[in-house]
Antibody, heavy 118, light 114 residues
């Protein structure tokens, strides 16, 4: 069974930092391009960033609103994706989903809620 | 940057009847490799998104054949041939052709039963 399990969400003050993790199982994680996608309360889906496989050896790509503040990384030995979020703003409040894409499949986690509020 | 525009915003449908959702992009989605990277996602209430269609018209594994995708260049359509109760939710199109800016979602279309 494929699983993507996000963790690390919570309440943080503006300007603070938070690191999300996404533990993957049931599919070849090291072969998957991994993404973070977020959804603000009552709003649509917004892509945050992507990291390709080690084989593709390309630096991660980020959406304009988070570039320079967020960092995506992966540890294939632990089948885990990370999202380090710095300088958080109230507009970063959202459910953050990790998404894995292989040649034939597309997988999503259940999401982690991040609330940025004073 | 490429902008994805979906219509309608809300789509009340009768059970058993067809439904169509339109997605238009501000630029051609034909990639230099010849593929068109336009996907469709379903998000049921309280659930994570799920991909239904990739590269315009390819159904994902396990997706009922009442779902179909069509279109080309800048105009795309998701069609549900006979709506069932479990199809209630929000549907999003997404382009993956243009980098930057990266993946771009449409604003979503809410499908509900009349």
């Amino acid at each position: 069974e494929v699983q993507l399990v996000e963790s690390g969400g919570g309440l943080v003050k503006p300007g603070g930092s938070l690191r999300l993790s996404c533990a993957a199982s049931g599919f070849p994680f090291s072969d998957a391009w991994m993404n973070w996608v977020r959804q603000a309360p009552g709003k649509g889906l917004e892509w945050v960033g992507r990291i390709k496989t080690k084989t593709d050896a390309e630096t991660p790509a980020y959406a304009a609103p988070v570039k320079g503040r967020f960092t995506i990384s992966r540890d294939d030995s632990k089948n885990t994706l990370y999202l380090l979020m710095n300088s958080l703003k109230t507009e970063d409040t959202a459910v953050y989903y990790c998404r894995g894409v292989t040649a034939t499949n597309d997988y999503w986690g259940q999401g982690a809620l991040v609330t940025v509020s004073s | 940057d490429v902008v994805m525009t979906q219509s309608p915003l809300s789509l009340p449908v009768t059970l058993g009847q067809p439904a169509s959702i339109s997605c238009r992009s501000s630029q051609s989605l034909v990639h230099s490799d010849g593929n068109t990277y336009l996907n469709w996602f379903q998000q049921r209430p309280g659930q994570s998104p799920r991909r239904l269609i990739y590269k315009v018209s390819n159904r994902d594994s396990g997706v009922p054949d009442r779902f179909s995708g069509s279109g080309s260049v800048t105009d795309f359509t998701l069609t549900i041939s006979r709506v069932e109760a479990e199809d209630v939710g929000v549907y999003y199109c997404m382009q993956a052709t243009h980098w930057p800016p990266g993946l771009t979602f449409g604003g979503g279309t809410k499908v509900e039963i009349k």
